[in-house]
């Protein structure tokens, strides 16, 4: 094998270690969701690192204070159609997704432009906002930053392609409801979207 065989698949590893590390930290955000951390790192096959399991718990904490304080707002009854916003700047995912959620019941409004998404939110106060992460001007964060200030009841689901421990511990301690990595299918959207559906008080809206 050549030097430059044996340094791409080095390269490869690399990221196949780097992916798996991620999708590890996936797993223990899904299982303390469910308040069970510790089944987390069972299912991970990984020791607890003290450090590591603390972090965790403190953004579940936070996490679940910002969601408290949000529950305080009185919520819609459950009949009433629930309202979504998809910020994405490809148009792609816009077309996508709102055809699946219109047909699942909820009231949805596709914007490209993070800037006009931001003056469509002083209009009106949705229940869910999927937003892109990364986008030409204003980032998701910025969005999910605007949402907590002035909609506390809102949930907030993150789309990345760029899923790192620092994003999920970035994003879930300013108050993101969950993220999702791209690529995926739109029912895994959905899936998402009904959980947060199901934490405003409503009952289930996603087959």
Same mark, same amino acid.
């Given at each position: 094998?050549?030097?430059?065989?044996?340094?791409?698949? @080095?390269? +490869?590893?690399? %990221?196949? &270690?780097?992916?798996?590390?991620?999708?590890?930290?996936?797993? $223990?955000?899904?299982?303390? *969701?469910?308040?069970?951390?510790?089944?987390?790192?069972?299912?991970?096959?990984?020791?607890?690192?003290?450090?590591?399991?603390?972090?965790?718990?403190?953004?579940?904490?936070?996490?679940?204070?910002?969601?408290?304080?949000?529950?305080?707002?009185?919520?819609?009854?459950?009949?009433?159609?629930?309202?979504?916003?998809?910020?994405?700047?490809?148009?792609?995912?816009?077309?996508?997704?709102?055809?699946?959620? @219109?047909? +699942?019941?909820? %009231?949805? &409004?596709?914007?490209?432009?993070?800037?006009?998404?931001?003056? $469509?939110?002083?209009?009106? *106060?949705?229940?869910?906002?999927?937003?892109?992460?990364?986008?030409?001007?204003?980032?998701?964060?910025?969005?999910?930053?605007?949402?907590?200030?002035?909609?506390?009841?809102?949930?907030?689901?993150?789309?990345?392609?760029?899923?790192?421990?620092?994003?999920?511990?970035?994003?879930?301690?300013?108050?993101?409801?969950?993220?999702?990595?791209?690529?995926?299918?739109?029912?895994?959207?959905?899936?998402?979207?009904?959980?947060?559906?199901?934490?405003?008080?409503?009952?289930?809206?996603?087959?």
């Amino acid at each position: 094998m050549s030097q430059e065989e044996d340094e791409k698949k @080095t390269e +490869s590893k690399a %990221e196949g &270690e780097k992916k798996t590390r991620i999708d590890d930290w996936m797993v $223990r955000i899904a299982f303390a *969701e469910a308040g069970e951390p510790d089944l987390g790192f069972k299912a991970t096959g990984l020791d607890i690192v003290r450090k590591t399991k603390l972090a965790l718990e403190k953004i579940m904490v936070v996490r679940s204070e910002k969601i408290s304080a949000g529950d305080e707002k009185k919520r819609k009854p459950a009949g009433d159609r629930l309202h979504v916003m998809i910020l994405d700047d490809e148009p792609i995912v816009g077309k996508r997704l709102k055809p699946v959620l @219109t047909k +699942s019941g909820f %009231e949805v &409004e596709v914007f490209e432009d993070p800037t006009e998404a931001l003056a $469509r939110l002083t209009e009106k *106060e949705f229940d869910i906002i999927v937003t892109d992460l990364r986008m030409e001007g204003v980032d998701g964060i910025h969005v999910l930053e605007r949402v907590m200030e002035e909609c506390k009841n809102t949930r907030v689901i993150l789309i990345t392609g760029y899923a790192t421990v620092e994003v999920a511990r970035e994003a879930l301690v300013k108050g993101a409801f969950d993220f999702i990595a791209k690529p995926f299918k739109p029912r895994d959207l959905t899936a998402v979207v009904n959980k947060a559906a199901l934490s405003l008080g409503h009952k289930p809206v996603v087959d």
